[in-house]
């Protein structure tokens, strides 16, 4: 059966459905260019991927959401030096523990009634959880899990309902295998781009374009399902 043919309450779930998913991936393009310290409605560059993703969290962080809580550009180079040189205790001593004492310690600590309390940097071993490059294993696979469990999901879905459609045959295989592949590259290389920048730009390209046929695809479903000549 071809979705022209269905009934219109199916026809208009599907519709809702597919406005829903559209409304979910703009505010998921939104929290992640706000959360790099972009314009809302941007496009994050590979750049923007590797500093995210390659480079340790503290410098990220330092970087991007809380660049505005950095006293000045030296502190940032000084805390980005001393975590590619190794992180030495001593250094931390004399030049790190004073820059974060006074730019990130006031919400960064372990009270309670802190505004940051699940990520303190108020001692040495506290900052060191966050200056390895990239995301940790357990991060990534957290983030693995629930992503792709929920877009392969909502993907599989869009997937069925544009085989339903009218277009050629050749179309829809295209579309398919991008969607899936793209997916899969996005997320496969957020395990290596901590070793090699070259996967920032393999997580950028795999994101435009899972993301880019989702969004095809649904307005193609839309056109075929209200605006298709039934045959």
């Known amino acids: 059966m071809k979705l022209k043919e269905l009934d219109f309450s199916i026809k208009l779930c599907i519709s809702l459905f597919i406005i829903i998913l559209f409304v979910g991936i703009l505010a998921s393009i939104i929290l992640l260019n706000l959360a790099s310290h972009k314009p809302a409605l941007s496009l994050l560059s590979p750049e923007d ?15 991007t959401s809380m660049v505005d809580y950095v006293r000045n550009e030296d502190d940032l180079n000084t805390v980005s030096q001393w975590i590619q040189s190794g992180a030495d205790k001593s250094e931390y001593i004399s030049d790190i523990k004073p820059i974060l004492k006074g730019s990130c310690v006031a919400c960064h600590n372990s009270d309670p009634n802190a505004l940051v309390s699940n990520m303190p940097l108020a001692t040495y071993d506290d900052v060191m959880e966050y200056t390895e490059p990239g995301l940790s294993a357990r991060r990534l696979a957290a983030q693995m899990h629930y992503h792709l469990f929920g877009i392969g999901t909502f993907l599989l879905i869009i997937t069925i309902l544009f085989t339903m459609t009218s277009f050629k045959k050749k179309l829809i295989y295209i579309f398919i295998i991008t969607g899936f592949s793209a997916l899969l590259l996005d997320f496969l290389s957020l395990w290596f781009v901590k070793y090699n920048s070259i996967f920032a730009y393999s997580i950028w390209l795999g994101g435009i374009l899972y993301i880019s046929s989702i969004c095809i695809m649904l307005l193609l479903i839309f056109f075929d399902m209200w605006f298709a000549k039934k045959t």
């Open 49 to 63: 991927v590797k500093l995210k993703y390659g480079t340790s969290s503290l410098e990220a962080s330092m970087m």
